[in-house]
């Protein structure tokens, strides 16, 4: 979400007449978009603030600004604790930067984070969003969360639940591939829970988003498993330029530790999805994420989360060690683990996860897989698998931007090195 809210941040820049700076001590402006969901990217944002600053002693006329879910979480203690900084806006009103740039023409602080989700937020969907990559494109479908995890921030940060109508997604979607767009990654913090505000079901967008010409491959990120219903799960399974892999975050095993965080739902629930998503979608491959150390985990509670990753056999885990939050529910409760506690659990989680990666790597050896070449360094040629494992592929023709056929000659750890075939 951070990346494309930093990449429509350009794009209005660029409508107000701001160009990219080839050097940070070049630039006029510098915005720092920040997250706040753990409190380590906290520390980060004010050890680099503390960095930015030196800009200014070198280049005085220099503006700074913060944005981002740290901004809106704490975006007045920012500003009364770096009066450098002279711009302070919220996630709720990036479509505002124009008005707060004229502030700062006028020699103002401007410093605004809206309580409050503004209706003409929509105008964001006008402003064009300037994208690094060429081939694969994040396509935000939704803003907010209306769920109650109680360790987490976003709810806070990032405001209700609002869901971008349909005909404005399908519209950028077709300007994405007829500009040569080729993989559609839709982004959300609950994306399945897509279109329940506008009473317009997320496989119904899908199969829109799947119809379209040009479009090869159809991602999304992230959904929650509550709403992962039947219907969706067949309508990816159906759909042709559907990849074959899927996040869903599953925090913890324990049922007793998902009532405490409220997921609504158990470790059966969860494991039940799995094996609908299995049975349905050929070689479907998974990631996840996962929260160790919640208050009161016990050791029994952590071995239903090692029992998951077993029984599951993900690709790849995001692992986090529970990390205490401003306001939520669980900030109240005692975060009763110590970091020597929660630090083994880790190590132990991740050892056996390495073992489980290597045997699902190793599986690819000798197969062909179609890779979407979106990156080149020297000669050897970059692109992501349907399942998302990066694979280099050696190739003498000029494969760039190309969907191809490759003979995987090697695997490692978190890539994949392979021969073309064929370009598709
Ligand atoms: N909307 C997504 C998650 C967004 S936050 C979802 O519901 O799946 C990304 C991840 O950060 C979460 O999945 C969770 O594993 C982790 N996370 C969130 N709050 C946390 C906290 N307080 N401490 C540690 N990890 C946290
Ligand atoms: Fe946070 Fe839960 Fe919403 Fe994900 S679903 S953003 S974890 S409140």
Redesign the pocket.
């Known amino acids: 979400m951070n990346i494309n809210d930093s990449e429509k941040i350009k794009g209005i820049l660029q409508t107000q007449g701001y160009e990219p700076a080839t050097k940070e001590e070049e630039a006029d402006l510098v915005i720092l978009n920040t997250c706040t969901i753990r409190e380590k990217p906290d520390q980060k944002v004010w050890s680099h603030l503390g960095e930015i600053k030196k800009l200014k002693s070198k280049n005085p006329n220099v503006k700074i600004g913060v944005c981002g879910c740290m901004a809106q979480r704490a975006g007045y203690e920012i500003a009364s604790k770096m009066p450098f900084v002279d711009m302070v806006f919220g996630t709720k009103n990036i479509h505002r930067i124009p008005n707060l740039l004229e502030e700062l023409r006028l020699g103002n602080r401007a410093i605004e984070i809206l309580e409050q989700e503004d209706p003409l937020e929509e105008i964001l969907d006008s402003y064009p969003t300037i994208r690094d990559n060429s081939y694969c494109a994040y396509v935000t479908i939704m803003r907010g ?1 209306d ?3 109680t360790y ?1 921030v ?2 806070f940060t990032r405001g209700k639940e609002r869901s971008r109508a349909p005909q404005s997604i399908i519209d950028e979607v077709k300007s994405l591939v007829d500009s040569g767009v080729m993989e559609i990654h839709l982004i959300g ?2 994306v399945t829970a897509y279109g329940k505000d506008i009473n317009y079901p997320f496989y119904r967008l899908l199969e829109d988003i799947s119809k379209i010409e040009g479009v090869k491959r159809i991602r999304f990120t992230t959904g ?1 498993p509550r709403d992962l219903t039947d219907e969706i799960i067949d309508v990816m399974a159906e759909l042709p330029n559907m990849v074959n892999h899927i996040h869903l975050p599953f925090q913890a095993g324990s049922d007793r530790i998902l009532d405490l965080m409220k997921r609504n739902y158990t470790k059966a629930y969860y494991l039940n999805r799995i094996e609908r998503l299995k049975s349905k979608i050929k070689d479907v491959s998974f990631s996840t994420d996962i929260i160790i150390g919640f208050p009161t985990e016990t050791e029994e509670d952590f071995e239903h989360t090692l029992d998951v990753i077993k029984t599951v056999e993900f690709e790849q885990v995001f692992s986090f060690k529970y990390s205490k939050r401003p306001n939520t529910p669980a900030y109240y409760m005692e975060d009763d683990l110590t970091d020597e506690i929660k630090t083994d659990r880790m190590k132990r989680l991740l050892e056996i996860q390495k073992a489980i990666t290597s045997k699902l790597m190793k599986r690819y050896e000798n197969t062909i897989q179609k890779v979407l070449i979106e990156d080149k360094k020297d000669n050897i040629y970059i692109g992501r698998t349907t399942t998302n494992v990066w694979c280099n592929v050696i190739s003498d023709r000029d494969i760039m931007g190309k969907e191809v056929e490759v003979l995987i000659t090697k695997s490692g750890f978190q890539s994949l090195e392979g021969t073309l075939k064929n370009v598709l």
Do not use: A, D, T
């Open positions: 969360c769920k109650e995890c987490c976003v709810p913090q609950n929650h």
